[in-house]
């Protein structure tokens, strides 16, 4: 059973750098094809996709964003971890990591429930 | 960037009806199209990929179809634990695109 929990701090200031960790369990991230994505949702808006990590150390970003993100990832520790340099107050959001299981199919299979990050002064 | 546009934004309808949603692409996706489900205070459930593929779990009255730029959710006999807010997600190109959702009332 493939679980995602995603864990940091729920409240930033502003200029301040974000860290972001998920956990997951059920799924490796040395299997070839996997990856883990990050996902982020302002209250009452859409779904944004931020960065994606795959088994091999692919990164993959959202132009916009690309300079402030960053995804690692630990396969010892079964861990992906998104960084957001620069908070602002519109970075405020729930942020969410999801499982990809394919290198070619980037849809997201089974997610995590989210945790909440707000950026005030 | 393929920008995914749904429509309607807001679909009301009754127990055991049809629920038509729309999804439209900027630029054709082919077949790497899916679909999420989100109840309030929840992550998305993965309902559809590759435009008309059932995940794992989700009941037959949920179906995808079309391709290219053009694509769409029916849900038949709609019960009331569809409610919720449903999102195309297009995975042709990077960066990775959803739409802004319909939401479902019943």
């Known amino acids: 059973q493939i679980t995602l929990k995603e864990s940091g701090p729920t409240l930033v200031k502003p200029t301040q750098t974000l860290t972001l960790t998920c956990t997951f369990s059920?799924?490796?991230?040395?299997?070839?094809?996997?990856?883990v994505g990050w996902i982020r949702q302002s209250p009452g808006k859409a779904l944004e996709w931020l960065a994606l990590?795959?088994?091999?150390?692919?990164?993959f970003y959202n132009s916009p964003l690309k300079k402030r993100l960053t995804i690692t990832k630990d396969t010892s520790k079964n861990q992906v971890v998104l960084t957001v340099t620069n908070m602002d107050p519109v970075d405020t959001a729930t942020y969410f990591c999801?499982?990809?299981?394919?290198?070619?199919?980037?849809?997201?299979?089974?997610w995590g429930r989210g945790t909440l990050v707000t950026v005030s002064s | 960037e393929k920008a995914m546009t749904q429509s309607p934004a807001t679909l009301s309808v009754s127990p055991g009806e049809r629920a038509t949603l729309s999804c439209r692409g900027s630029?054709?996706?082919?077949?790497?199209l899916a679909w999420y489900q989100q109840k309030p205070g929840q992550a998305p459930r993965l309902l559809i990929y590759g435009i008309s593929t059932r995940a794992t779990g989700i009941p037959a009255r949920f179906s995808g179809s079309g391709f290219g730029t053009e694509f769409t959710l029916t849900i038949d006999s709609l019960q009331s634990e569809d409610s919720g807010v449903y999102y195309c997600?297009?995975?042709?190109?990077?960066?990775?695109?959803f739409g802004h959702g319909t939401k479902v009332e019943i």
């Open positions: 059920g799924f490796s991230l040395t299997t070839s094809g996997v990856g």
């Open positions: 990590i795959y088994w091999n150390d692919d990164t």
């Open positions: 997600q297009q995975y042709d190109d990077w960066p990775l695109t």
């Open positions: 630029q054709t996706v082919y077949n790497n």
């Open positions: 999801a499982h990809v299981e394919s290198r070619y199919k980037q849809y997201f299979d089974l």
